[in-house]
């Protein structure tokens, strides 16, 4: 068999992130539809990822966050997304590239994603972004407020996992 030069691992990764980017690009016009809510995980360690240290220290590898019922702020990019979240009845502001995302769930349709974070990634990004030219920039207009009372135990900040799409492919 010919070695893949192409990547199209790494390329499907891509295109992927971009229904998570899409998604979130919704909520940011039109705020969360009927009971639609998000679960997304990521690298706390990785390239481009804005966290305060309390919570780099408590989440050291991985953090999962629910997009709910008290958010603001959010504003996303072409290549990373930005939103204002409560822990510990803390506001944070957390900045995600979403080469750092490493899955995406939305409960109230079970639906899925789950991503491979590797060094690749990045690169295949900043190679996209350069034939695309810089991310466009526009202004948030979506805020709202979340209650965690829907977060189902498997998938608190306290425990963070990841939803594998197979989990909802039928057999």
Do not use: I, W
């Given at each position: 068999m010919a070695e893949?030069?192409?990547?199209?691992?790494?390329?499907?990764?891509?295109?992927?992130?971009?229904?998570?980017?899409?998604?979130?690009?919704?909520v940011e016009r039109e705020g969360l539809p009927g009971e639609h809510h998000f679960f997304i995980?990521?690298?706390?360690?990785e390239p481009g990822v804005e966290i305060s240290d309390r919570l780099r220290e408590k989440y050291k590898e991985e953090m999962t966050i629910v997009v709910q019922h008290q958010f603001s702020g959010l504003r996303v990019l072409d290549d990373r997304f930005s939103i204002q979240l409560f822990f510990d009845g803390i506001p944070e502001e957390l900045g995600i590239p979403f080469a750092a995302v490493k899955g995406f769930?939305?409960?109230?349709?079970?639906?899925?994603?789950?991503?491979?974070?590797?060094?690749?990634?990045?690169?295949?990004?900043?190679?996209n972004e350069s034939e695309a030219g810089p991310p466009k920039e526009e202004a948030p207009e979506a805020t709202g407020d979340t209650d965690d009372s829907n977060t189902p135990p498997d998938a608190s900040n306290d425990d963070s996992k990841v939803v594998s799409l197979d989990t909802f492919r039928k057999k």
């Open positions: 893949d030069l192409m990547r199209y691992d790494l390329l499907a990764q891509h295109a992927l992130r971009g229904v998570v980017r899409l998604a979130l690009k919704r995980a990521f690298g706390t360690r769930f939305d409960p109230s349709v079970q639906f899925g994603l789950q991503f491979e974070v590797a060094e690749n990634d990045s690169a295949l990004t900043a190679s």
